[in-house]
T-cell receptor
Framework: DTGVSQDPRHKITKRGQNVTFRCDPISEHNRLYWYRQTLGQGPEFLTY????????KSRLLSDRFSAERPKGSFSTLEIQRTEQGDSAMYLC????????????FGPGTRLLVL | AQKVTQAQTEISVVEKEDVTLDCVYETRDTTYYLFWYKQPPSGELVFLIRRNSFDEQNEISGRYSWNFQKSTSSFNFTITASQVVDSAVYFC??????????FGQGTELSVKP
């Protein structure tokens, strides 16, 4: 069974540039979550989708962040006009069924903004 | 507010020692789920266990065991006869009604040979 995959694994960009990350969930998982993890901290929730519908967004998700999940399959997370404070690991997770099901995580995309 | 506290930031043990990682949570929900994840140096979060609030039975899986005590809002994790491969950051998490996970800050476990 293929796990959650994320692309790219690493991204270095200059301040002010736009970046886009992709997440492919486990097939048939209808829920998809995005989290952000900074050094020495636990992951923090950003947003989640039930199929193609984005159901919740954290206050951490400023106007520069946008996420999509067209057709309820893969998802993209875009950060516009990146800032140094955006440097973090961006984690994607997927789960099957209801809200309390186990979330399985991908390897993450590590972003460094110079 | 929902909150998970892992008071131990770092723990260092020698191989074959037993080690317990503490987790204390706060929630107003009557039904909730608790999780433990392992994050090795590679960075990927690996699921270890999921426990619902109605099941207070302790669980054992090989060298791993979990002690869930609702009365003290704790969900502690014990590794018996630790091994070098157990070295990682361990996260305790609480599931909110909508499904998002609230993570603790993690405990970095270092097992030395």
């Amino acid at each position: 069974d293929t796990g959650v995959s994320q692309d790219p694994r690493h991204k270095i960009t200059k301040r002010g540039q736009n970046v886009t990350f992709r997440c492919d969930p486990i097939s048939e998982h209808n829920r998809l979550y995005w989290y952000r993890q900074t050094l020495g901290q636990g992951p923090e929730f950003l947003t989640y989708f039930q199929n193609e519908a984005q159901l919740e967004k954290s206050r951490l998700l400023s106007d520069r962040f946008s996420a999509e999940r067209p057709k309820g399959s893969f998802s993209t997370l875009e950060i516009q006009r990146t800032e140094q404070g955006d440097s973090a690991m961006y984690l994607c997770a997927s789960s099957l069924g209801g809200a309390r099901e186990t979330q399985y995580f991908g390897p993450g995309t590590r972003l460094l903004v110079l | 507010a929902q909150k998970v506290t892992q008071a131990q930031t770092e723990i260092s043990v020698v191989e074959k020692e037993d080690v317990t990682l503490d987790c204390v949570y706060e929630t107003r929900d009557t039904t909730y789920y608790l999780f433990w994840y392992k994050q090795p140096p590679s960075g990927e979060l690996v699921f270890l266990i999921r426990r619902n609030s109605f099941d207070e039975q302790n669980e054992i899986s090989g060298r791993y065991s979990w002690n869930f005590q609702k009365s003290t809002s704790s969900f502690n994790f014990t590794i018996t006869a630790s091994q070098v491969v157990d070295s990682a950051v361990y996260f305790c998490a609480l599931s909110e009604v909508g499904g998002k996970l609230i993570f603790g800050q993690g405990t970095e476990l270092s097992v030395k040979p």
